[in-house]
T-cell receptor
Framework: GEDVEQSLFLSVREGDSSVINCTYT??????LYWYKQEPGAGLQLLTY?????DMKQDQRLTVLLNKKDKHLSLRIADTQTGDSAIYFCAETSGYSTLTFGKGTMLLVSP | DTAVSQTPKYLVTQMGNDKSIKCEQNLGHDTMYWYKQDSKKFLKIMFSYNNKELIINETVPNRFSPKSPDKAHLNLHINSLELGDSAVYFCASSPFPGPDNTEAFFGQGTRLTVV
């Protein structure tokens, strides 16, 4: 079945850039997403990218997609302490289901 | 206004009990979902309904029964609760099913603890 994998933990200093990586196995993925989960909160959609795009930029967020390698990354520029959260990569290819990775915990230190 | 709301937010119950979690969306979406997030933060889809009809039913014990009285509500009923059912359950909705769906809105989650 489909699988989405992410590294579990990333620690950066405030002001640095963060890069969270994700790999997926389903070659028929049409949309790929990044969700953010803050402690005690639900999932918040950060951004998404169509599978026919290589890059999407949205303010401090840059999403890069390498469809050949099935690799997705999320870059957060000028990372702030408020960015500390768990970031989930997700993909959809079929009937509206989302396959999520296990999440990457981003810890931003002052 | 909360787009997708779940109740209760926290639920602590004993093994063997039957409990329900309610979900309502006010977005006018046709499709609703239940996801389970386990202790390792892995999110797995359980059910999906479109216009009150079940369209996705992953491998979930039949102790779990979703009920959709109308397309704005998708409730999750769990019979004979077990320790392994402890998790955070997320409800979500999206405008329609299919590969053109670009956004799913999630509720805040219900933390279920079975003791």
């Amino acid at each position: 079945g489909e699988d989405v994998e992410q590294s579990l933990f990333l620690s950066v200093r405030e002001g640095d850039s963060s890069v969270i990586n994700c790999t997926y196995t389903d070659s028929s993925s049409t949309y790929l997403y990044w969700y953010k989960q803050e402690p005690g909160a639900g999932l918040q959609l950060l951004t998404y990218i169509f599978s026919n795009m290589d890059m999407k930029q949205d303010q401090r967020l840059t999403v890069l997609l390498n469809k050949k390698d099935k690799h997705l990354s999320l870059r957060i520029a000028d990372t702030q302490t408020g960015d500390s959260a768990i970031y989930f990569c997700a993909e959809t290819s079929g009937y509206s289901t989302l396959t999520f990775g296990k999440g990457t915990m981003l810890l931003v230190s002052p | 206004d909360t787009a997708v709301s779940q109740t209760p937010k926290y639920l602590v119950t004993q093994m063997g009990n039957d409990k329900s979690i309610k979900c309502e969306q006010n977005l006018g979406h046709d499709t609703m979902y239940w996801y389970k997030q386990d202790s390792k933060k892995f999110l797995k889809i359980m059910f999906s309904y479109n216009n009150k009809e079940l369209i996705i039913n992953e491998t979930v014990p039949n102790r779990f029964s979703p009920k959709s009285p109308d397309k704005a509500h998708l409730n999750l009923h769990i019979n004979s609760l077990e320790l392994g059912d402890s998790a955070v359950y997320f409800c979500a909705s999206s405008p329609f099913p299919g590969p053109d769906n670009t956004e799913a809105f999630f509720g805040q989650g219900t933390r279920l603890t079975v003791v």
